[in-house]
């Protein structure tokens, strides 16, 4: 009986001690967090300077949570408020920047990269756009029976055959923005190639864009990159829409210092246009914009540019140098699937432009595949041989010693060109294609080797 009250009063004594032990630590929580200021949030404590990919991550996480706040208010505020945000996320994450800078590789500005911002999910955007493209159906409506139709379910289900570490994100997500500059620079890019349509207008399964472009400059600069434009199919795009819409862009963009321009041999630093699907209009009409004596002549005026036209077949190549343009580009990046895209023949489109001064801009990409938006296009699939098919991709664009080199792509997930991060993903009865037995980041350690070759071959050419 003695023993049972010794042991019950050592009990209490413990049971005092303790809760004297939490009442005191509770008061000392409490005294500090007055000591705290109002506007630390989460993950904003002393010492994060110290690890600056933290810190870098903690504003960007502000920045979203900023505009998830304004999802529901006016597109213009939006907008507003998204470029006001990116400006105050690079200014606060510049340090993080400059050590960056010390590690990773210079940015080669021969070294030109398709990019687009037409992805969307319903946190910035109000729902999915892209990712829940729709299934192509074949032209020949007895093939077409035998394939799916519908649209893809996004996030699990997206409309690509490979699934981005990033998810199924949103071109406006500041966080996304920077993470893909990010990536291009520690892949030796240089130049920013843009997919534009002009204001209010879209691809057909996309949603206007052009107010994300100074957001996309600003970032660009920030990682030393520069930002040139890819002009896109729009409706009644002839010479006079494109002389409005070159001044258009010039006027509005010219002067940021992210705005691209190429010194030429003759010395003159010119903005630089690629456009898609240039074969679609006739000479006549293109030779009024890009010609000296044409009725809507560009040329010699404050807009003059230089103009890159798409060659698809042998024949264009005649077409594009009648039209006025400066250069040209083979955009696919599947070998043999067009006569621009098959790498035997750069030799003879670089000769025929090196005799009728014009650039040859020749497209290398990690590989190809669209099946999971046009399931009937099996034979266009190639494989990426664990990044073998984009190294003798370089390796046929290097030997025709051109002064740019462009790359399909960096983010266009639909046809598997992409370069961007991906990682392994199986969601119910879809398995995506990864990047194994390779990191996520392979292809941009692949461009950054190829950036660094082709400088150096570069410097031996012009010796």
């Not at 494109?242 to 010119?270: C, E, Q, W």
């Not at 002549?297 to 060659?311: G, K, Q, V």
């Not at 034979?379 to 790359?407: C, D, M, Q, W």
Request: aromatic share 14%; charged share 20%.
């Amino acid at each position: 009986s003695l023993n049972y009250d010794i042991m019950a009063r050592f009990r209490r004594r413990t049971c005092i001690i303790l809760l004297l032990f939490i009442l005191f630590i509770c008061s000392i929580m409490m005294a500090l967090k007055t000591l705290r200021p109002d506007r630390a949030g989460f993950g904003d404590p002393f010492g994060l300077g110290l690890l600056p990919e933290l810190q870098q991550r903690t504003v960007l996480l502000d920045s979203k949570q900023n505009l998830l706040n304004r999802a529901q208010g006016d597109t213009v505020t939006r907008v507003s408020n998204l470029h006001s945000i990116a400006v105050n996320t690079m200014k606060a994450s510049m340090s993080s920047v400059r050590k960056l800078e010390e590690e990773l590789s210079s940015p080669n500005y021969n070294f030109h990269i398709f990019y687009y911002t037409w992805y969307g999910n319903p946190q910035f955007d109000g729902k999915y756009i892209h990712w829940n493209h729709p299934l192509l159906p074949h032209w020949d409506p007895k093939i077409a029976n035998n394939y799916p139709k519908g649209r893809h379910n996004p996030p699990e289900d997206i409309g690509a055959n490979f699934y981005p570490e990033l998810g199924s994100y949103s071109s406006k997500d500041p966080t996304v923005i920077e993470a893909h500059m990010k990536q291009m620079r520690a892949a030796s890019t240089g130049v920013i190639v843009l997919s534009w349509y002009p204001p209010g207008m879209a691809d057909e399964n996309g949603e206007p864009t052009d107010d994300l472009v100074p957001v996309v400059l600003d970032y660009a600069h920030k990682y030393n990159l520069k930002v040139t434009f890819h002009i896109e199919p729009y409706k009644d795009r002839d010479d006079r829409s494109m002389y409005h819409n070159v001044k258009y862009i010039i006027d509005k963009y010219g002067s940021h210092p992210a705005f691209y321009r190429h010194k030429t041999s003759t010395g003159r630093l010119l903005p630089m246009f690629y456009v898609y699907d240039s074969y679609v209009t006739i000479p006549e009409i293109w030779a009024n914009l890009l010609t000296v004596s044409g009725s809507q002549s560009i040329r010699n005026t404050p807009y003059d540019a230089l103009f890159i036209a798409l060659l698809v077949e042998e024949r264009h190549k005649h077409d594009i140098h009648r039209s006025g343009f400066d250069g040209m580009y083979t955009y696919f990046a599947t070998n043999g699937f067009s006569y621009g895209s098959s790498h035997h023949n750069w030799a003879s489109l670089k000769a025929f432009c090196d005799s009728n001064n014009l650039m040859f801009i020749p497209s290398v990409g990690p590989g190809y595949i669209d099946t999971s938006i046009r399931p009937w296009n099996n034979h266009n699939t190639r494989n990426r041989v664990n990044g073998k098919y984009y190294e003798t991709a370089f390796s046929a664009a290097l030997l025709v010693r051109p002064e740019i080199i462009s790359i399909t792509s960096f983010n266009e997930w639909h046809e598997g060109t992409q370069i961007e991060k991906a990682i392994p993903k199986r969601t119910g009865q879809v398995v995506y294609l990864d990047y194994k037995p390779h990191k996520p980041n392979v292809y941009l350690e692949l461009t950054q080797k190829w950036s660094e070759k082709y400088r150096k071959e570069q410097e031996q050419w012009l010796m």
